[in-house]
């Protein structure tokens, strides 16, 4: 079993749409939860950090997490075609070393206009 | 400065060609990594410089060769490399190897031929 588990997609959805994308994890005891967006020949960039349970909202995008079910999520708000992109979770091991930063797999999200 | 430069951000080179990639940072970030990316897979991790000072190598091959001559600058010298060696080669930086997120680079497309 993978340590983080993404749905690779590809997910297309329309233009305003909410977007949920999630991720699953197996060690209880990750602590650092974060989302990278990546577009197509470009480096990921970070989106959001959460460190604990609940929710933090930046803009149109909100992250969640929920440790009791080790379940991450994303949500963006009113997508615009400029979302279309993968998008990454990562998490920070025990020990919260940035150095050992788990990626899944990632999601390639498509917006269509 | 809030970014993380690297040049060329594209290379073909041959099995026999030295070449060598370059990455700066002026956001006083201690900690710098690189990473390989091969299509639709999430980074992997290859060196971790804390410091000036490697920390971490996974096990990567002899023909890749980092370097960091100062805090701003990382490269990463290649040599013999193979055809399977061709991915998007990222590089990062943090502000310490604690649990934060990494500001990445844009990347090198690199192609060996």
């Known amino acids: 079993q993978k340590e983080v588990e993404q749905d690779p997609g590809p997910l297309s959805v329309p233009e305003g749409a909410i977007v949920s994308l999630n991720c699953t994890y197996s060690?209880?005891?990750?602590?650092?939860f974060m989302w990278y967006r990546q577009y197509s020949r470009k480096g990921p960039e970070l989106l959001m950090y959460t460190y604990s349970s609940g929710n933090k909202e930046d803009g149109r995008f909100t992250a969640q997490v929920d440790k009791s079910s080790k379940y991450i999520s994303l949500f963006i708000r009113d997508s615009q075609p400029s979302d279309s992109a993968t998008y990454l979770c990562a998490m920070i091991p025990p020990r919260g070393s940035a150095s050992k930063i788990i990626f899944g797999s990632g999601t390639r999200l498509s917006i269509r206009p | 400065d809030t970014e993380v430069t690297q040049t060329p951000k594209h290379l073909v080179m041959g099995m026999t060609n030295k070449k060598s990639l370059k990455c700066e940072q002026h956001?006083?970030?201690?900690?710098m990594y690189w990473y390989k990316q091969k299509a639709k897979k999430p980074p992997e991790l290859m060196f971790v410089y804390s410091y000036e000072k490697l920390s971490i190598n996974e096990s990567v091959p002899s023909r890749f060769s980092p370097e960091c001559p100062n805090s701003s600058l990382l490269n990463l010298h290649l040599h013999a490399l193979q055809p399977e060696d061709s991915a998007l080669y990222l590089c990062?930086?943090?502000?310490?190897?604690?649990?934060?997120?990494?500001?990445f680079g844009s990347g090198t497309r690199l192609t060996v031929v």
């Open positions: 990062a930086s943090s502000q310490e190897t604690g649990p934060y997120g990494y500001t």
């Open positions: 060690n209880s005891a990750f602590q650092y």
């Open positions: 956001m006083g970030h201690r900690a």
